[in-house]
């Protein structure tokens, strides 16, 4: 049995694309979540209810704020780990989640690499099990900084097809797509068009891994992608160091030594983090 009538959304994505934001507009207020510093904000799962207008009555619903992956603070596994906990607990308790938005800011010039890594993890936490993907809505932030100048508008157009591309797998399986412009009426219309689109049943695979596999975390899709990229990430970071070692000890200009060997510095730093 499943407490079918609650509404939950959960909300995810990179540091800083504005999830706590959307939950202070549908909360109305209620919460200062958001941030305004480029450091990472949000640093546990933590929920709170709001009610929204839908059609001529009111809705309550549940809002689940997650800390960012790519934090400046934490490293993805911590981030995976507390979302884990969370989205486990959760299940055990036969609470089923209505919608996940993944956000990603519109204005980020660069989709290669981390948000790309992050987008692949994220298709790994949820899985391609029925109904799963009905539950995913891909939101664009920050439109409203791209009003009024048609080029920046055109750009932003680009990068939401760049974007499709790497949603199109979780797209096909029923993900719904959209564009946030920073006001609560486009929170609401968000939080309405998940309501409205709700699927039921459709656990994530990082729940039914967890939950009904008994599996630790580390052997779960999500964790394992994490793991793969991690090592790949070291590799280049390794031979990045050899370079460097190699192009320090063979340069003369005192100042080229020191530039190389604070290049090298910070190569080691990565590995060891
Ligand atoms: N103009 C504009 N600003 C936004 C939008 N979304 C978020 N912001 C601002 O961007 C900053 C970061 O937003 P947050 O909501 O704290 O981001 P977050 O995803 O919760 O970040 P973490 O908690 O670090 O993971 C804040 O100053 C927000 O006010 C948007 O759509 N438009
Ligand atoms: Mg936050």
Known sequence: MTNSNEIIIAIMGPTGSGKSNIIDMLSNGHTHWSGSTLKSVTTKVRSTTAKIPIGSGEQKITLVDTPGFDDTTKSDTEILEMIAEWMADTHRKKTELTGIMYLHRITDNRLAGT??????????LCGDGPNVGKKVMFVTTMWDKLQGDSAKLRMGQKRQGELKQYWDPMMKLGAQTAEFNNTREAAIELASRIIRQEAAGGVTLLQEELVDLNRPLNETQAAQTLY?????????HRATLVDLERAAKGANDASMVADLNAECYDQRYLIKR
């Not at 948000?115 to 790994?124: A, D, E, I, S, V």
């Not at 090592?231 to 280049?236: F, M």
């Open 228 to 236: 793969s990229q991690f090592q790949t990430l070291l590799a280049q």
């Open 115 to 124: 948000p790309h890594r992050n987008l692949k993890m994220f298709g790994k």
